[in-house]
């Protein structure tokens, strides 16, 4: 059974970075493509940042972009958000997630069908 596991979220000042990381199972990883969510109190969970299979394509929304940077190994089953210049509206529960049916960079939250369990981040002003 394929699970994510999600490490690296913490409390950090505004201005600094971080850097998330989701552990896959499994032995088809490379084959589909990846994102990060975020969820912050009292909203709905918003997407971050989308990788495809082989890695060659990103995407990220408006709101982290040239801040946040996804990548991803697909020799070691992970993939990665690198957050830099980290403001307190960034403060909410990250969140990896697998498409399993789409090998692109895919946006849309309806069409991921596995969750990793979320991790805190906390920026401070």
């Known amino acids: 059974q394929v699970q994510l596991v999600e490490s690296g979220g913490g409390l950090v000042q505004a201005g600094g970075s971080l850097r998330l990381s989701c552990a896959a199972s499994?032995?088809?990883?490379?084959?589909?493509?990846m994102g990060w969510f975020r969820q912050a109190p009292g909203k709905e969970r918003e997407f971050v940042a989308a990788i495809s299979g082989s890695g060659d394509s990103t995407y990220s929304a408006d709101s982290v972009k040239g801040r946040f940077t996804i990548s991803r190994d697909n020799a070691k089953n992970t993939v990665n958000l690198q957050m830099n210049s980290l403001k307190p509206e960034d403060t909410a529960i990250y969140y990896c997630?697998?498409?399993?049916?789409?090998?692109?960079?895919?946006?849309?939250?309806?069409?991921?069908?596995?969750w990793g369990q979320g991790t805190q981040v906390t920026v401070s002003s």
């Open positions: 499994g032995r088809t990883f490379s084959s589909y493509g």
């Open positions: 997630a697998a498409a399993r049916r789409f090998m692109g960079v895919i946006t849309f939250t309806s069409l991921y069908d596995l």
